[in-house]
């Protein structure tokens, strides 16, 4: 059972260039999320998917694009990246957001380490 | 939004209970707090979830106060592999809402002989 996995571990870019991240789930689950994870600034919420076909923007989306065409799968696009960018990042889902216990527990990637030269 | 903090940092020797506190007065009404784990290298597991009182499971409990403004990890007998950094998760405002979630700012828990 993999879980989420996140496709590259590690990526060097240059300014100005573009790339794709990669998150898939194998859980069956309606929400999905793209967290960065900067020293002393714990995990923020970029953009996050309720659903196939939806998203919507997070605490700092913006420099990023997303799109989720397929249930088990997140991609996280950067169009013109910025050595602001640099960080860890984190792909999470889980089976619904809110009230309901145990429905709601979030369960991530092992990260993509992203440097931005 | 408010934020939601915790202790930078904690120290603790094996075999003692470690208490890491997280602070969220801006809580949602109806939403669940949730503690994560993680180690250097890996993403957050999830560690322990409640809504109010007192919930125990087979690795930490969780207090939680009436007025729900804060929240407290509680590890038993700790070992070495309890070092990793603890974050606190919660929804602040209005329930429902993802672009509320708050991860609070993380614990690094030092375990030492």
């Known amino acids: 059972n993999a879980g989420v996995t996140q496709t590259p571990k590690f990526r060097v870019l240059k300014t100005g260039q573009s790339m794709t991240l990669l998150c898939a789930q194998d859980?069956?689950?309606?929400?999905m999320y793209w967290y960065r994870q900067d020293p002393g600034m714990g995990l923020r919420l970029i953009h996050y998917s309720v659903g196939e076909g939806t998203t919507a923007k997070g605490e700092v989306p913006d420099g990023y694009n997303v799109s989720r065409l397929k249930k088990q799968n997140f991609l996280l696009g950067l169009e013109s990246a910025a050595p602001s960018q640099t960080s860890v990042y984190f792909c999470a889902s889980s089976y619904s957001f809110g009230t309901s216990v145990g429905k709601n527990i979030q369960y991530f990637g092992a990260g993509t380490r992203l440097s931005v030269l | 939004l408010a934020k939601t903090t915790q202790p930078i940092s904690m120290d603790s020797y094996e075999g003692q209970e470690v208490n890491i506190t997280c602070s969220h007065n801006n809580i949602a009404t109806n939403d669940y707090i949730t503690w994560y784990q993680q180690f250097p290298s890996q993403g957050p597991r999830f560690i322990i979830q409640?809504?109010?009182t007192k919930v125990t499971n087979e690795v930490a409990s969780l207090f939680i106060p009436a007025d729900r403004k804060s929240s407290t990890l509680s590890l038993p007998r700790v070992s070495l592999s309890d070092t990793a950094v603890y974050y606190c998760l919660v929804a602040e405002g209005n329930t429902g809402t993802a672009s509320k979630l708050t991860f609070g700012t993380g614990t690094r828990l030092q375990v030492t002989l």
């Open positions: 859980m069956n689950h309606e929400y």
């Open positions: 409640g809504y109010k």
